[in-house]
């Protein structure tokens, strides 16, 4: 943390941040309502090989031949959609073209139909399985705007539900047990596979 303890909360009256003190706690309160605000520009992977369709986790997802499809919900046409392995809240999913392409202008036209129609499916699915009451979504595009893997296009899909708030404070440092990921993931191939 730098000596400049006045940071901007966006949102908020005034400007947060002192030398007296409470600096850590008003930073931390900041990170978090970001995180509340806009959950898709959580940094989720570190580090990860995105240079190359080979190294891309979200190529590997969309091509069944790969056998890396741990962590996929569904997938129709040019469209992929697959859990977060480290989401913000249960059903954290990532909607994706199946293709390589980091710029949502250079994307095809058609796929981004697909990608689209996979959105719009996964929030009903989402709705019906896990009974949430609104999401979150976007996309973060370039490093500098947060994206953790730039290369592969992604969409982020968080559910919410009245009163998630202060389990998402809690949630947003701590790893989710892969069981509960597991047990997420099959719901929603049912209910991805009831849905169409
Ligand atoms: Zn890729």
């Not at 959950?39 to 056998?67: H, K, N, Q």
């Not at 962590?71 to 697959?82: K, M, N, Y």
Request: aromatic share 8%.
């Amino acid at each position: 943390m730098g000596r400049d303890k006045r940071i901007p909360y966006p949102g908020a009256s005034s400007v947060y941040g002192s030398e007296n003190g409470r600096v850590n706690l008003e930073v931390d309160l900041r990170r978090i309502m970001e995180t509340l605000w806009a959950p898709w520009r959580m940094t989720y992977i570190e580090g990860v090989d995105d240079e190359s369709p080979g190294g891309c986790f979200l190529c590997a997802a969309g091509r069944p031949e790969l056998g890396d499809g741990d962590l996929v919900v569904h997938r129709a046409g040019a469209a992929v959609s697959l859990l977060n392995r480290y989401p913000y809240n249960p059903g954290h999913l990532m909607v994706a073209p199946r293709s390589h392409v980091g710029d949502l202008a250079e994307l095809d036209p058609a796929e981004m139909a697909d990608v689209a129609s996979e959105l719009r499916l996964a929030t009903a699915v989402l709705k019906r399985a896990l009974a949430c009451d609104g999401f979150n979504g976007g996309w973060n595009q370039g490093r500098i705007a947060g994206a953790g893997v730039d290369r592969h296009l992604h969409f982020h899909l968080v559910p919410r539900w009245s009163g998630d708030t202060n389990f998402m404070a809690v949630l947003a440092d701590v790893k989710v047990v892969p069981e509960h990921l597991e047990a997420t993931r099959r719901k929603l191939l049912t209910a991805f596979a009831e849905a169409t």
